[in-house]
Structures are given as structure tokens and as C-alpha cells.
């Protein structure tokens, strides 16, 4: 099934760390889909642009996911514009400790990694969780790693955090439940984005060859299941982790 085939109209739906890489590819294919959308991300002239170029149905509103306030204002916001919220990507996400060792990583590092890959989901989703549970049937999709499932050395903070976004999903998919709000996250494969261009060729070669799908991932690849999660149709859904990554990790 491609993204063109889930139909999602009139879902409003924020996606955090929406100006590039795999949030803009959500919202591009949200908009495909038919939903309303509120990309947020720190990378301002960017996210107005995408704005811009995606129409009437996205609007841009900065947030910073270290920022707590930033963070409960710019949930609220994005449920105002659209007159309310069916959907939320926690998509934001930052490395940071690509390619050091464990003992190489700054303790300033680890805590900016956690503070935005693991605390600003958390917040994010206290924030949406009054207009997600309004809309009857609200959704959250948390983007994890597949990196913390085969345990990705010299990555040691970003795979903690994304080992957290994981635990945290089923915690949350248990307490939101019984508001009609499924939590669901995906464990996407290294995928060709600007995010990692870092990462070195032996890494990308190391993947390919592990791949039932012997070939590079790409950000079509992680799209339609995203959406998937975000229908009504996945209702009965929650407190999974889905690998998004050709055969790499198999559950």
C-alpha cells in the first residue's frame, strides 16, 4: 500500500521536526492523503518554505523541543489553528553522537540528546493529550530508531534515547487507552535523508547487506506505515513497535 492510498481527510495532524528529512516527508504525504497539517521544527525558514509550497492545508509554527513552554504552547496552537488535533508524529530527533565512542560522549551531549529525543515527546504528548482524546479517536505515532534493536555502537546517546521512545510508547499506549488515544511507534532503518549524511559508507553498506530488501532505504519506505497508524482504521492498534527498515531487524 503507497501513501496515496490511505485516506486521511480532514485529519489535523501535528508533525514535530517537520521542516526536513523524514517529518517533511510526512507532511508531504499527509497533505497527499487529505489531512490539514501544522509542521513545527527549529529550522524556521525552512518549515516556511515547505509551508508555503505544500498550500492551504500546512501552516508552520516554530518549536523548540528542549523548551517546555515552547512545547505546551505550540501543541496548543497547532489544535487551535485546525480547530482541533486527530494526530500527533513526534518525529523530532537530534544524533549528536554519531560516530563517538561511549567514553567520548559529553555529559552536555547525552543530556540535550535526552531532553529533545525523549523528554520533548513526553511533553508534547501531555500537551496534545486533552485535543487528541476529544477527537475519539486520537493517534500518536513516536519515530524511534531500529538502531535500538540491534544496539548500533559509536551512538550511544541517540540509541539510549531512542530505546526510551520505545518503553515510553507502551506506558503511554496503557494510559491513553482508555481515552480512545492509540501510541504507536516505528523503528525505521538508516534511511537517505539529510540527517544522515554523516553517517559513513561502511555503516550504509553494513545495513544494505543485512536488509531482506537489499537496497538503500528511502523516506517513501517509512511514509504509508506512519499514516497507517494515523487513520481511524488502526483503532484497534497500540503500544507497538513496528521496525520500518526491509528486513534488517525482524520481530
Known amino acids: 500500500m503507497s501513501a496515496s492510498e490511505i485516506n486521511l481527510h480532514d485529519r489535523r495532524v501535528l508533525v514535530t521536526g517537520g521542516a526536513r528529512g523524514l517529518g517533511e516527508a510526512f507532511a508531504r504525504a499527509l497533505v497527499q492523503s487529505g489531512a490539514r ?3 513545527s521544527d527549529v529550522l524556521h525558514e525552512r518549515g ?3 509551508a508555503a509550497e505544500l498550500g492551504p492545508c500546512v501552516h508552520y509554527l516554530p518549536m523548540d523541543m528542549c523548551d ?3 512545547v505546551q504552547t505550540g501543541v496548543d496552537a497547532a489544535a487551535h489553528h485546525w480547530g482541533g488535533l486527530d494526530g500527533l508524529v513526534n518525529n523530532a530527533a537530534i544524533t549528536n553522537s554519531g560516530g563517538k565512542d561511549m567514553h567520548e560522549i559529553s555529559v552536555d551531549t547525552w543530556d540535550q540528546v535526552m531532553a529533545v ?4 515527546p513526553w511533553l508534547a504528548s501531555v500537551a496534545a493529550q486533552k ?3 476529544a477527537s475519539g479517536s486520537g493517534r500518536i505515532v ?4 531500529d538502531t535500538a534493536l540491534w544496539g548500533a555502537p559509536r551512538l550511544m546517546a ?3 534515547s531512542k530505546g526510551a521512545v520505545m518503553s515510553m510508547t507502551r506506558s ?3 494510559e491513553l487507552g482508555p481515552q480512545g488515544i492509540t501510541v504507536n511507534a516505528i523503528a525505521p532503518g538508516l534511511t537517505l535523508v539529510e540527517a544522515t549524511a554523516y553517517v559513513p559508507e561502511a555503516r550504509h553498506q553494513y545495513y544494505q547487506q543485512g536488509r531482506a530488501i537489499s537496497r538503500a532505504q528511502v523516506p517513501d519506505d517509512v511514509t504509508a506505515t506512519v499514516l497507517f497508524l494515523l487513520s481511524r482504521g488502526s483503532g484497534y492498534v497500540t503500544g507497538q513497535v513496528l521496525p520500518v527498515n526491509g528486513g534488517f531487524v525482524m520481530n
Not at 513516536?142 to 530508531?145: E, H, K, Q, R, T
Request: glycine share 4%; charged share 10%.
Open 142 to 145: 513516536n519515530v524511534a530508531s
Open 37 to 39: 497539517v501544522v509542521i
Open 117 to 120: 529525543n525523549v523528554r520533548g
Open 48 to 50: 516556511q518554505a515547505l
Open 172 to 174: 503511554m499506549a496503557r
Open 158 to 160: 541517540y540509541v539510549a
Open 131 to 133: 485535543h487528541l482524546a
Open 68 to 70: 517546555t513552554q515552547a
